[in-house]
């Protein structure tokens, strides 16, 4: 029996701070899983990822290990990686192609879209025990795309995709529609890497703008070790943009917009540093919009955020034009995939820069990476140590607006954009979450 109650639930979440059980409690964990993650629509990646028949990708979503690939007849199939027969993975590669899969133990085959396609010797079995559709590959019972987001959810009664998203899907429209042939596609796969700590920990940072100054100052301070060392060896392609005006942006941060919707989405406003398109290579850019979208391409081409965070588990940001997935692997562990995306039909120019910069800011050794999953990994063992029980966000707190929504708004430092994913937190685990 659960020995959390909704009286139990509510004292780890105050106006201003959380406990920290919150973070580093197994059944805290076990019952996020079932209450939040499994009620939710979960993104498994694009579409692009498995561009023809036959392709296929391989991740572990939650605990569980999973298949995603794409049929003769073009659709996308997600499925359980898991053989029907005595439960062995049936891909182990990352990615791959196959004309079926076919599981190494012994030797039970799949089509690519899950349907069982027959096992060896089947005389050994009883008349009539193979038969249609008792063995397939089983698959989550929702799947559903979005502009070539793929989406799976684990629970039948979860509402539809469109209702879950809400407000958050002009988000992804923000992404897809700055292309001019209206598609992304991800033609570097991905990095995918594991940290040990929990993941509230990171969904709190994305939009936290307190830290940038102290935790990436190797980066963001004009003295910083990794300015000098680009200076040092006269390294100018190799600087990141989002450094290019590091020591004025620190100054713009407080008046940075951070918003968000109900159920936990936040996001925030694009930094001021995204308007400065200019040069030859935007310019084609936009000639390409103009041709494709007309009086409507400037409208199309607007970068409204910096960083959107789909509650519970993923995020798009813009600058670096990545998507990223959160997977709770355990309470103190997760894992961390991110797919760079490309603006189908803009000058590869603006595609190279992208990458680069992804790079350098979000490979596991990149910039700014390496400096957060140190900071989380900080807190989840500094979470351990006796004598204050309580993780503080009281900053700004009541500053920020609420509508009847649910949406709220606040500026800069503030911690509002967590405090709002802790109520979203405690309704789902309540059981209170409304309309999805
Ligand atoms: S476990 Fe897959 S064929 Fe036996
Ligand atoms: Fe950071």
Redo the contacts with the bound molecule.
């Keep these: 029996m659960d020995s959390y109650d909704q009286v139990s639930l509510s004292s780890l979440i105050g106006p201003d701070r959380v406990h920290k059980d919150y973070y580093i409690d197994p059944e805290i964990f076990k019952l996020e899983i079932d209450r939040i993650f499994s009620k939710s629509w979960l993104l498994v990646g694009h579409e692009s990822q498995v561009p023809n028949p036959g392709d296929y990708v391989t991740l572990t979503l939650l605990d569980q290990p999973m298949l995603m690939s794409r049929h003769r007849d073009g659709s996308i199939h997600v499925m359980f990686n898991r053989?029907s027969?005595?439960?062995?993975r049936?891909c182990t590669k990352p990615s791959g192609k196959a004309l079926r899969f076919e599981?190494p133990?012994?030797?039970?085959a799949f089509h690519t879209n899950g349907n069982h396609a027959g096992v060896p010797y089947p005389e050994r079995y009883a008349d009539g025990f193979i038969k249609g559709g008792d063995f397939d590959l089983a698959r989550p019972p929702k799947q559903e795309l979005y502009r070539g987001f793929v989406f799976v959810a684990f629970d039948s009664e979860v509402c539809d995709l469109d209702s879950f998203l809400g407000p958050m899907r002009d988000h992804i429209d923000n992404m897809v529609d700055r292309s001019p042939l209206g598609e992304l596609e991800a033609p570097a796969g991905m990095f995918r890497y594991r940290f040990a700590a929990n993941w509230k920990i990171q969904l709190e940072n994305l939009n936290d703008l307190y830290h940038p100054m102290f935790t990436h100052a190797s980066t963001t301070a004009e003295d910083g070790t990794q300015f000098r060392r680009q200076g040092a060896e006269g390294d100018e392609a190799g600087k990141v943009k989002l450094l290019e005006k590091h020591s004025s942006l620190n100054m713009q941060w407080e008046e940075q917009v951070i918003a968000g919707h109900a159920h936990g989405h936040t996001y925030m406003q694009r930094f001021p540093m995204d308007r400065e398109n200019q040069g030859p290579v935007y310019e084609r850019y936009k000639r390409s919009m103009v041709d494709a979208y007309g009086g409507d391409a400037e409208a199309k081409m607007m970068v409204h955020h910096h960083n959107s965070i789909f509650f519970p588990h993923w995020s798009i940001q813009y600058m670096t034009q990545h998507i990223r997935i959160m997977n709770p692997i355990s309470v103190d562990c997760t894992e961390n995939i991110i797919i760079p995306l490309k603006l189908k039909g803009a000058p590869e120019e603006m595609w190279k820069s992208a990458l680069r910069s992804n790079n350098n800011s979000h490979s596991p050794s990149g910039m700014v990476m390496a400096d957060d999953m140190d900071a989380w990994v900080r807190c989840q063992e500094g979470m351990q140590a006796n004598g204050h029980d309580w993780i503080v966000f009281a900053r700004s707190v009541g500053e920020e607006s609420i509508d009847n929504e649910g949406s709220f708004e606040g500026l800069g430092t503030s911690e509002a954009n967590a405090r709002h994913q802790h109520k979203a937190w405690l309704h789902y685990m309540c059981g209170t979450v409304q309309g999805v």
């Design positions: 053989c027969h005595r439960g062995a049936v599981c133990y012994h030797g039970w």
